[in-house]
């Protein structure tokens, strides 16, 4: 249990840790672990071209169906980076395959590797547990527990053993997730009696609070109107000085508005079976604008059918 | 210039189609109040006759003997107290914990091959219970553990009661838990909760109020349960009051068998024939009011997503 007995509560963690891996780059895995919960604001923006999460040669098969073929993607720190593409094209599958929720699918299976600061994801000594509360996830229909607002932000610090004061917690979490002013005064009320947007960033403050580094967001605004969807993005672009994120999302504007990277997949036609493969990963404006794949062009120009 | 009138009358024929099969329903549910009805008027009826007509002071005696002119009420009616409460406590945890397993930690597989054998058990007719829990459980179980107990005992009873409903509340609470929406495991799961820790902070909770309906339906089930007690239950002719599980004793449902099956003219010993009245009301009031309370939680557990 060598890595997983090193993914320790972020609480735990002494902050100092982070002066010593950055001046000795050449730590050993567990090191680099221990240091992943520093606060980024002790981030020099100098590190945005460092690579939390590294997918290579990744392969996912939901039994026999090859869903995802051979993707290498490096998620930057600090960056917003999108994954769009044509529906079934496996963008989700990617996405849950950097916390590992795709161990909870009973057949699928993933090969190739995650490495997440420098750990491989699917390393046999892992704990998945540890990994999710280090890389956040926000879903595509918001899902609050059926419980108060304050329990929903207050979850996953408690059962991560979070040992500071709570309610500060709660109020940095949700003062992050751009909440607080509209829910101050009603912390103890059903998070269901929250309209859908409040309630999208209510669980963005919910998996902020664990204190991850990567936010996975799963077209998080397909369910809320413009409005909703506008604060969203400008709380993206806010969290990405704290955080790295990854989007799924279908709409290229929002795309084109708020991210760093864009990688574009598509569903393989040349292969027996409906297989999805990166077409293409480069800074967002070169993907919209020159594109280096017809592929790319035609889907962003509306060409695709 | 012509106009041709339109019918927007339909088709007659469908029209009185559609009355019949109308009437046909209401009908069906028509007959099922009025058997209701009957029922309650013929209990209500006989139950008067007893309770205007009978020696007030022979309502609390020594024990329940209608025979002989002692209708002590308290009789039969703490037996089905004891006899119930045992038999939850042994329906409670095996039906909570085989609910639990089949919809959070069995495989597909697994719960497809159990889930059937769990319907099967729950119409096993309560007379081979009451076999084996005769002929079984009392021999090799509760006279081993107990020195004192009898071959008929309470406790053999109630765990051949605990026995019949246990399948009930498994199924039932199966149902709510699987109601929970997946969405709400996987935000646990993303927030890095153990399955234990979804399943008691956030299943468990959302289906609470199915739970408990289960449980309430599992309860009326036990009051209203006759063969096993009164095959097991000893005390067939009547019985001394007795809180004792250890000891014979008798509930409503028994109480109430046993002069219905009496093989002397029942009807001319005084008020015997109306005691079984008095106890048959007294048990509908009980269980009508088990079920409304039962029927309020499941409509609630509806109401919650
Ligand atoms: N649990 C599963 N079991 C079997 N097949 C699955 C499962 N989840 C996804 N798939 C298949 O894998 C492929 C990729 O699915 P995925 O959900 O990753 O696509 P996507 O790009 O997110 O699509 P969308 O834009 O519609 O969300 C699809 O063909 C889908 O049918
Ligand atoms: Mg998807």
Redesign the interface.
């Known amino acids: 249990m060598t890595n997983a007995g090193d993914l320790r509560p972020p609480s735990t963690l002494p902050l100092d840790r982070q002066a010593t891996v950055q001046s000795s780059p050449k730590v050993s895995t567990a090191d680099t672990l221990a240091t992943v919960n520093a606060p980024a604001s002790s981030i020099s923006p100098s590190n945005t071209d460092e690579v939390v999460l590294d997918i290579t040669d990744l392969n996912v098969y939901y039994g026999d169906f090859h869903a995802v073929a051979d993707v290498s993607l490096p998620i930057r720190r600090n960056q917003i980076t999108a994954l769009i593409g044509p529906s079934g094209c496996g963008k989700s599958t990617v996405l849950r395959c950097c916390n590992r929720m795709n161990d909870l699918i009973e057949i699928a299976r993933v090969e190739g590797s995650v490495k997440y600061h420098g750990v491989d994801l699917y390393d046999q000594d892992v704990d998945p547990v540890e990994v999710r509360r280090r890389v956040g996830m926000v879903f595509q229909k918001p899902n609050p527990f059926p419980k108060s607002i304050y329990e929903n932000v207050a979850f996953g610090p408690k059962i991560g053993g979070f040992s500071g004061n709570l309610d500060d917690l709660v109020q940095e979490s949700l003062t992050k997730a751009a909440l607080w002013d509209e829910v101050k005064n009603k912390l103890s009320e059903s998070a269901f009696a929250l309209s859908g947007g409040q309630q999208q960033r209510l669980c963005i403050a919910r998996a902020i609070a664990t204190s991850p580094d990567v936010l996975l967001m799963d077209e998080p605004c397909s369910a809320l109107d413009p409005v909703a969807t506008f604060r969203i993005e400008e709380l993206m672009r806010d969290l990405k000085e704290e955080y790295s994120i990854v989007i799924v999302t279908h709409n290229m504007q929002q795309a084109a508005r708020v991210s760093d990277r864009t990688a574009f997949f598509t569903v393989d036609t040349d292969r027996s079976q409906r297989t999805g493969v990166l077409v293409e990963f480069d800074d967002t404006g070169t993907i919209f604008t020159k594109p280096t794949e017809q592929r790319t062009e035609d889907y962003i120009t509306g060409r695709f059918g | 210039m012509t106009t041709t009138t339109i019918s927007l009358s339909g088709n007659p024929k469908r029209h009185r189609r559609e009355r019949v099969v109308k009437r046909i329903f209401w009908a069906s549910a028509a007959v099922s109040v009025l058997i209701s009805a009957a029922i309650v008027m013929s209990l209500i009826g006989r139950a008067t006759t007893f309770f205007v007509e009978v020696d007030k002071s022979s309502l609390v005696d020594i024990g329940w003997f209608p025979r002989r002119g002692l209708y002590d009420l308290l009789t039969p009616l703490a037996g089905t107290v004891v006899v119930s409460l045992l038999a939850m406590f042994v329906a409670v945890p095996l039906g909570l914990g085989a609910a639990i397993y089949l919809s959070e930690f069995a495989?597909?597989r697994v719960r497809r091959f159990l889930k059937p054998i769990l319907e099967v058990l729950a119409g096993i007719p309560s007379v081979v219970i009451g076999f084996f829990a005769l002929t079984w459980l009392s021999p090799n179980l509760v006279q081993r553990v107990f020195d004192s107990a009898g071959i008929f005992s309470m406790l053999a009873a109630s765990i051949g009661v605990g026995i019949l409903i246990t399948p009930l509340i498994a199924s039932v609470s199966e149902d709510a838990l699987r109601a929970v929406?997946t969405?709400?495991?996987?935000?646990?799961?993303?927030?890095?909760?153990?399955r234990s820790?979804t399943v008691r902070?956030?299943v468990f909770?959302?289906a609470i109020s199915g739970i408990v309906a289960s449980m309430i339906l599992g309860l009326s089930r036990a009051i209203g349960e006759t063969m096993v007690m009164f095959m097991v239950g000893g005390a067939v002719g009547g019985g001394i009051r007795e809180l004792n599980p250890l000891r014979p004793g008798t509930t409503m449902t028994a109480a109430i068998a046993s002069v219905a099956t009496g093989s002397d003219q029942v009807v001319g010993e005084g008020l015997t024939f109306e005691s079984v009245f008095a106890l048959g009301f007294l048990l509908f009031v009980f269980t009508l009011v088990l079920n409304t309370v039962s029927d309020r939680f499941v409509r609630r557990a509806r109401e919650?997503y």
């Open positions: 495989r597909p929406p969405s709400l495991r996987e935000a646990a799961f993303g927030l890095g909760a153990k820790e902070k956030v909770p959302a919650r």
